[in-house]
């Protein structure tokens, strides 16, 4: 497609569900990351996928967190037994390659989490 | 570790001034640096790259410098119009990670 595309774009949920939040990156783009925003904060790291490679996941905040990348296009973040500091919004962006000098990062437009 | 660092958090300046915003970091080994603009409730959107063999990059009325050796980068914006209100992050990217700022929010007033 033209951009990052990511849904639900809102997603209100009681804690203890289970959350899927997806993403569909740019066609050919190989790089893959998710951040967290909470209000009023920066970007927090969650997990990074770059082709065919094992992906860092060393910004997932528990093992409630998990993400895949199914055939090197769409990725699902999911959530199991959501809490309230889990309300945030999550975004995904993808870029052509991740560890080069011309890392241009196109961003989705976030899935707004809240956790009742 | 890289830290990065964006200065003022907040910033409000009246229609057609210049103005700087400025980012910095701890770590000069960096691949690039970006500069990003954030509006409410939306994604990021990417506005310029540096690379880190680059001292600037220009893109209409954006001009972001970078000095590695100071670990200093500025986002210089001409002329501001209300429609450059939004939250400008800067982000330094090493190997595959990037490593954020805060962010300036900027008000234009009309």
């Known amino acids: 497609g033209a951009g990052v595309s990511q849904s639900p774009s809102n997603k209100v949920t009681e804690k203890g569900k289970d959350v899927e939040l997806r993403c569909d990156p740019i066609s050919g783009h190989t790089a893959l990351y998710w951040y967290r925003q909470s209000l009023g904060q920066g970007l927090e790291f969650l997990i990074y996928f770059q082709g065919n490679s094992a992906p860092d996941k060393s910004g997932l905040p528990s093992d409630r967190f998990s993400a895949e990348r199914t055939g090197g296009s769409v990725s699902t973040l999911t959530i199991q037994r959501t809490q309230q500091e889990d309300s945030a919004v999550y975004l995904c962006a993808s870029s052509l390659r991740g560890s080069s000098g011309a890392n241009v990062l196109t961003f989705g437009a976030g899935s707004r989490l809240t956790v009742l | 570790k890289q830290e990065v660092t964006q200065i003022p958090a907040a910033l409000s300046v009246p229609e057609g001034e210049n103005l700087v915003l400025n980012c910095s970091f701890t770590d000069s080994a960096i691949y690039n640096l970006q500069w990003f603009r954030q509006d409410p409730g939306k994604g990021l959107t990417s506005l310029l790259l540096i690379q880190s063999s680059q001292r600037e990059q220009t893109s209409g009325r954006l001009n972001a410098s970078l000095d590695k050796s100071s670990g200093r980068s500025t986002l210089y914006i001409a002329a501001s119009q209300p429609g450059d209100s939004a939250t400008y992050l800067c982000?330094?990217?090493?190997?595959?990670?990037?490593?954020w700022g805060a962010g300036t929010k900027l008000i234009i007033k009309p």
């Open positions: 982000a330094v990217q090493s190997n595959y990670q990037l490593i």
